[in-house]
């Protein structure tokens, strides 16, 4: 039990390496309109009041800016984005209670706690069903579950551990502090708004007594934040595992289960999971996946911008490579390969355009010593983005020398 940790707060020194780690994280102002280079502007002068706030306990925490972000459903995910100095003190709370709570997790929850990552989590889950042979999986679907938090729950879990009341009072306000929609301030009775720095923390105290619950009883579990996969012997051992777990989410945890979206599933259909779907025998990415890489690629790469092809390689990369470095887990060389040949064809096609005339595309032929015959083509043809006389003139070794990243080097190791 940890009885005095708010005294830690009280350090220039923390409160400045909290600032370091949140500016890392980028991120939005809040309601105040102060974003992080506003603060950092008068940087030792607002940590030095922060400070002050702080040891006479006068801090008071500012309500959090609504943002809504589109789901793929359709839906839309409510985010509570804090002003900076608020995610500042989360921070410094973070950095102390982190250490606390996280040696005790439940081995096989993931989300959001340090060394660990969706790749651990889609690996575990891997491994019950192909080497433990639990091949019948309950998919479980929480509406809203931050939102829908209890804070008394919250507290009394925090109370496990921490009985300072300083600190308990700090959590209380971040919890109470309200949110701002329009010129109106809500007050918030439950939740923890996705968005505050530590609240990926106090979802995964909750959500921690339904993982120990399920390991009490003897239930094989895989959880990445409201993600959670119970993965079973037998489609009776399924049905039976839906019910307890549902039963304690929503009867001790006050949570509602999707039952639309919650569904028990068998590795042969393949059991979707952080993007990727884990089968028997593969791992696979997500169809709809690939349709939203794709779309995002298009965004990035339209003809009619007139910007060189060095400019939009530079702004594709990080899409790219972000791609690969997640998928790279699944069994997906084919469409990695597939999806280099469709890349490639989109920067011939950019290319063909920024040419504009054909003249050009034999003159770069003629430097590279084709001896065939140039023919006159539509340079703004998606078609002929594919003719010989374009895959010649920028072969797949051209984009290679201009910076173009290869998707499939995640796979290679090049």
């Not at 639309?260 to 990727?276: A, N, R």
């Not at 690629?297 to 899409?319: A, C, E, F, H, Y």
Request: aromatic share 8%; with cysteine; hydrophobic share 40%.
């Amino acid at each position: 039990m940890f009885y005095s940790l708010y005294g830690r707060l009280l350090h220039a020194q923390a409160l400045e390496a909290a600032y370091k780690q949140v500016a890392r994280a980028k991120g939005a102002a809040g309601i105040d309109g102060q974003s992080l280079s506003d603060f950092a502007a008068d940087l030792q002068s607002n940590l030095h009041i922060l400070l002050l706030e702080l040891k006479g306990k006068t801090y008071q925490a500012q309500p959090v800016r609504r943002v809504e972000i589109p789901k793929e459903d359709g839906s839309m995910r409510l985010l509570g984005i804090p002003t900076v100095r608020d995610r500042i003190v989360q921070q410094a709370l973070l950095t102390i209670l982190q250490p606390i709570f996280d040696k005790d997790f439940h081995p096989s929850s993931y989300g959001y706690r340090p060394k660990r990552s969706c790749h651990d989590a889609i690996n575990k889950a891997t491994l019950f069903i192909r080497q433990y042979g639990r091949r019948w999986v309950v998919d479980m679907d929480l509406s809203k579950c931050f939102d829908r938090l209890s804070h008394e729950l919250i507290l009394k879990g925090v109370k496990c551990k921490v009985t300072d009341g300083s600190v308990l009072k700090l959590i209380q306000q971040f919890l109470s502090s309200g949110v701002m929609e329009g010129n109106e301030v809500i007050p918030t009775i439950k939740g923890s708004p996705q968005g505050g720095v530590i609240s990926p923390l106090l979802s995964n105290i909750y959500l921690d007594a339904f993982d120990q619950e399920m390991k009490r009883r003897g239930h094989r579990i895989v959880r990445y934040a409201d993600d959670i996969l119970v993965l079973c012997i037998s489609r009776v051992g399924a049905e039976h595992a839906l019910n307890i777990a549902t039963t304690i989410l929503e009867d001790d945890l006050q949570l509602v289960v999707n039952k639309t979206k919650t569904h028990i599933t068998h590795s042969d259909d393949g059991v979707k999971f952080l993007g990727v779907e884990i089968g028997t025998q593969y791992t696979r990415i997500q169809p709809k996946k690939l349709v939203n890489f794709k779309q995002r690629v298009k965004q990035l790469t339209k003809r009619n911008t007139g910007k060189p092809l060095i400019d939009i390689i530079k702004r594709l990369t990080p899409v790219l490579r972000g791609f690969a470095h997640y998928f790279k887990i699944a069994n997906c060389k084919r469409e990695f390969v597939s999806l280099m040949k469709w890349i490639r064809r989109r920067m011939r096609a950019i290319q063909l355009k920024l040419w504009k005339r054909p003249a050009r595309l034999h003159r770069r032929l003629r430097q590279l010593g084709f001896k065939g015959k140039c023919v006159f083509i539509k340079m703004a043809s998606w078609r002929n983005a594919n003719c010989p006389m374009a895959t010649i003139a920028m072969k797949n070794s051209w984009f290679d020398e201009i910076g173009l990243y290869h998707i499939d080097s995640e796979l290679t190791g090049a």
